[in-house]
């Protein structure tokens, strides 16, 4: 039997470390979904990642049954990661905050890309060097 959709929500939650505090208790809860029933879930399938930023898009049917799918985390958090920064530059065309090469931003781009609207490697790379471009860092 086909399952109707009643809610989908978009959260990022730190990898193995949900609990039923805000934001994932009120947004679970207004659907009547089992919240700890989901942190368990979510916990588990996110053990690799823990304490990494990760987009989760959160199916809720009908019957209070749910569905989750793990993405990849943001290029932005992804390349403070790489250039070892707490955060981007008020104004990246003057101050640039960190340096990196096209190697690495093509590794986060190839990452990525399962994520991104994108087709190709030129433009997930296109892309991830815009962002890194806007935060403030410089590309060599």
């Not at 659907?31 to 898009?57: E, H, R, W």
Request: proline share 5%; aromatic share 4%; with cysteine.
């Amino acid at each position: 039997m086909l399952k109707t959709i009643k809610k989908i929500i978009k959260l990022q939650i730190k990898g193995g470390l949900a609990n039923p505090a805000p934001p994932i208790g009120p947004a679970l809860g207004s659907a009547g979904v089992n919240i700890m029933d989901f942190c368990k879930q979510y916990n588990f399938s996110t053990q690799k990642s823990k304490g990494k930023l990760l987009p989760v898009i959160i199916t809720i049917y009908n019957d209070k049954s749910f569905s989750f799918i793990i993405k990849e985390p943001p290029v932005s958090k992804q390349l403070l990661e790489l250039c070892k920064l707490d955060k981007g530059s008020k104004e990246s065309n003057k101050i640039k905050v960190g340096k990196i090469t096209l190697a690495k931003i093509e590794s986060i781009a190839k990452n990525k890309i399962i994520d991104m609207n994108c087709f190709n490697i030129k433009s997930a790379i296109s892309m991830v060097a815009g962002t890194a471009r806007s935060m403030g860092i410089e590309i060599l």
